[in-house]
């Protein structure tokens, strides 16, 4: 093994995964980094393949959005190989928690320089996710957009299936267990953060971070969906806990049940459904940063 060797996982699917690899290909060469890349025709998944050839490598890179990180979590966590981050998503929401660049060669210059920071993982019924767990709303976004869709159009894919959901959203009951008490509530959508930014341009809570050992979580408790449009910049900008329509706190575990399963939307993928008990595990993964 050198000195400086990297799994590359580039996600060919993702919205400038396939495009980007010559470009990936040579930066990581101009920058030192010998890596090894998985043959096309290998269909195990990121997190298998990570810990087959952990003797291997020294590091881990990923190409694409959060779903491409949140595939390769369980890898990461059994390994514990550092992870470098390559922007090549839709929303690149995680480098945006983390203070990433979102440009190719300079987020390869922070990999080659080597400097690290462990951050924190969720957990979901045992399933680990860097930025953000949904239920609702964003599930039933998630279940909407497809990856067809994301790459032609991006952010605004986004916007416009959501908008076209919110109008048929109707509200459900839920079930909290956290710190000792017990709440329900009737709610449109129900948020579990560990990172700050999620679904392109929302922010769990204002001030957040990925190494807070903390969970952040929100509900959403609008009874007409158009009462989001007055939320939305609250939205954005994390503060939206201020409002009377929405309950939000910070815990280490919670459990949540619904009258009905409903699914789980982690890092954009629907990885397990209700009742789930969400989890923190505190410096993880070590993630190279600036």
Same mark, same amino acid.
């Not at 890349?37 to 291997?56: F, G, H, M, W, Y």
């Given at each position: 093994m050198t000195a400086n060797s990297a799994l590359?996982?580039?996600?060919?699917?993702?919205?400038?995964?396939?495009? &980007?690899?010559? $470009?990936?290909?040579?930066?990581? %060469?101009?920058?030192?980094?010998?890596?090894?890349? +998985?043959?096309?025709?290998?269909?195990?998944?990121?997190?298998?393949?990570?810990?087959?050839?952990?003797?291997?490598?020294? &590091?881990?890179? $990923?190409?694409?959005?959060?779903? %491409?990180?949140?595939?390769?979590?369980?890898?990461? +966590?059994?390994?514990?190989?550092?992870?470098?981050?390559?922007?090549?998503?839709?929303?690149?929401?995680?480098?945006?928690?983390?203070g990433l660049p979102l440009d190719l060669a300079t987020a390869i210059d922070v990999i080659a320089k080597g400097k690290t920071a462990p951050i924190d993982l969720g957990e979901a019924n045992g399933h680990p996710f860097f930025n953000v767990a949904s239920i609702g709303f964003s599930a039933d976004l998630a279940m909407s957009l497809t990856e067809k869709a994301k790459k032609r159009w991006g952010k605004l894919g986004y916007g416009l299936v959501a908008a076209r959901l919110l109008a048929s959203s109707r509200l459900f009951t839920a079930t909290l267990d956290h710190d000792g008490r017990t709440e329900e509530l009737r709610t449109l959508q129900l948020a579990v953060g560990n990172g700050r930014f999620y679904g392109g341009g929302m922010t769990v809570q204002a001030d957040a971070t990925a190494t807070d050992g903390m969970l952040d979580f929100y509900s959403l408790e609008v009874d007409h969906w158009w009462k989001l449009l007055r939320l939305l910049p609250s939205l954005r900008k994390g503060t939206h806990g201020d409002w009377d329509d929405?309950?939000?706190?910070?815990?280490?575990?919670?459990?949540?049940?619904?009258?009905?399963?409903?699914?789980?939307?982690?890092?954009?993928?629907?990885?397990?459904?209700?009742?789930?008990?969400?989890?923190?595990?505190?410096?993880?993964?070590?993630?190279?940063?600036?």
């Open positions: 590359l996982l580039v996600n060919p699917n993702s919205r400038r995964g396939k495009e &980007s690899l010559p $470009v990936v290909r040579q930066h990581l %060469s101009r920058a030192g980094i010998v890596y090894l890349e +998985l043959p096309p025709e290998n269909k195990e998944s990121p997190s298998t393949a990570i810990v087959r050839l952990a003797d291997q490598v020294n &590091s881990v890179i $990923v190409g694409g959005g959060d779903g %491409s990180l949140n595939s390769a979590a369980k890898g990461l +966590l059994d390994t514990g190989l550092p992870l470098g981050v390559l922007p090549l998503g839709t929303a690149n929401d995680f480098a945006r928690t983390m929405v309950r939000a706190f910070s815990t280490k575990d919670l459990t949540i049940h619904t009258s009905k399963p409903r699914a789980v939307n982690l890092d954009g993928e629907l990885k397990t459904e209700t009742p789930v008990r969400f989890k923190i595990r505190e410096n993880a993964v070590p993630v190279f940063v600036p």
